[in-house]
């Protein structure tokens, strides 16, 4: 990982990594195909222009934003990024319907749908706005699904990620998904990517991009609190654990974060509401939304208000390999410049 004083630059020659990245950055419009994954409360219009100045593509995090809000975000983002960037839409979020009547009106030029998957219909009318769809895909039978819906591309996200996750590990969806959709539609991988050395393999794998969340999130121009940061750079990889599923009424999209206490008061929340589903005095499809409301709350206390010990330190596993704070275009110039010497080194060997 390189360090904030990296004297590389990202517009040094990059010959090899050219080749690679040629389907992903046509297809996102901007120079490196590196996303900047979404995160709730982290991904801000700021957040998004920086990417988006050191050559990579960022999202804005609709989470639960009010739509005003989100709008105004929206119309900030375009002006700072030449209309290059995405914004992330929480299926499963209170304000995911909102959302989407948002997007009809400030048509965004790329939507991604995160947390579950769209509907159908929800791909069709996202893309009659002109706009690119972007879907996750946690399993094989998710990603070819979503292909059959219409989205544009997938990104493949493996459970060792950061916030909501799937249940099955990259290494297996690389095989699964990778090897068998990335002629159809670009696939960006994400989950686990914190070197330069790890994205030239999945470029060599057929990865149109990668996409990364942690990293990100401790760089210096996320809005994340000090704490929160400092909490990322004292963190080894087995610390970012995985929430459980207690009981099949109930059925909850894993999270992945730091352990702490508000790890703990999510496992009590469940419980809670297990017992009232079991009394009958509160229906599945709300407790799921006050499943999702913990998170959005939670995280926000962690990320704005430095509450580590009882928000949610949502992070993944590559958080081990996070060692400074460095500002984004750093973390670019890294993976870019990182990523040609890999390839040049895998291509001496092969001579
Ligand atoms: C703090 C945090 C919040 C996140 N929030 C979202 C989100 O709102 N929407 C989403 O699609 N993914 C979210 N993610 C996942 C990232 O966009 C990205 O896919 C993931 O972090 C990639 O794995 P990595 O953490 O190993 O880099 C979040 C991740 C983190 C760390």
């Known amino acids: 990982m390189s360090h904030p004083d990296s004297s590389v630059s990202a517009s040094a020659a990059t010959p090899l990594a ?6 992903g950055a046509e297809f996102l419009g901007c120079r490196y195909p590196v996303i900047c994954g979404a995160m709730t409360w982290v991904s801000d219009p700021n957040l998004v222009a920086a990417v988006h100045a050191a050559g990579g593509f960022g999202c804005l995090a609709g989470g639960n934003t009010p739509p005003e809000i989100l709008e105004r975000q929206i119309t900030e983002t375009r002006e700072r990024t030449g209309n290059c960037f995405g914004v992330n839409v929480i299926v499963i979020a209170p304000a995911y319907k909102a959302h989407l009547e948002l997007i009809r009106s400030a048509k965004p030029p790329f939507i991604i749908f995160a947390g579950s998957f769209p509907h159908e219909r929800e791909v069709r009318q996202v893309k ?3 706009a690119k769809v972007l879907c996750f895909a946690s399993t094989q039978s998710i990603a070819e699904r979503m292909i059959r819906y219409g989205a544009d591309g997938i990104i493949l996200e493996g459970s060792e990620s950061g916030g909501h996750i799937g249940h099955v590990a990259l290494s297996v969806l690389l095989q699964q998904v990778l090897f068998t959709c ?3 539609v670009p696939v960006f991988v994400a989950g686990g990517v914190g070197t330069a050395r790890m994205s030239a393999h999945l470029f060599l794998m057929g990865a149109a991009g990668v996409q ?3 990293r990100f999130a401790a760089s ?3 809005c994340a609190h000090a704490k929160f ?5 004292r963190a ?3 610390d970012a654990v995985s929430t459980p599923q207690f009981d099949s009424r109930l059925p909850v999209v894993s999270v992945r974060a730091l352990r702490n206490k508000g790890h703990e008061e999510f496992r009590k929340l469940q419980l809670a509401l297990v017992q009232q589903l079991e009394a009958g005095t509160i229906r599945r499809e709300q407790a ?3 499943v999702e409301k913990f998170w959005m709350g939670a995280l926000r206390r962690a990320v704005i208000d430095g509450d580590v010990e009882h928000g949610s330190l949502m992070a993944g596993q590559s958080v081990g390999l996070v060692k400074c704070i460095e500002s984004v275009a750093a973390i670019m110039n890294d993976l870019v410049t990182g990523t040609e010497a890999e390839l040049q080194r895998v291509k001496a060997t092969l001579a």
């Open 18 to 23: 050219d080749r690679f990245f040629r389907r």
């Open 128 to 130: 009659e706005t002109g």
């Open 182 to 184: 990335a002629d159809k």
């Open 212 to 214: 990364l969340g942690t």
């Open 220 to 222: 210096t121009e996320s």
């Open 229 to 233: 940061k400092d909490m990322f750079l």
């Open 236 to 238: 080894e990889a087995r």
């Open 288 to 290: 799921q939304m006050e």
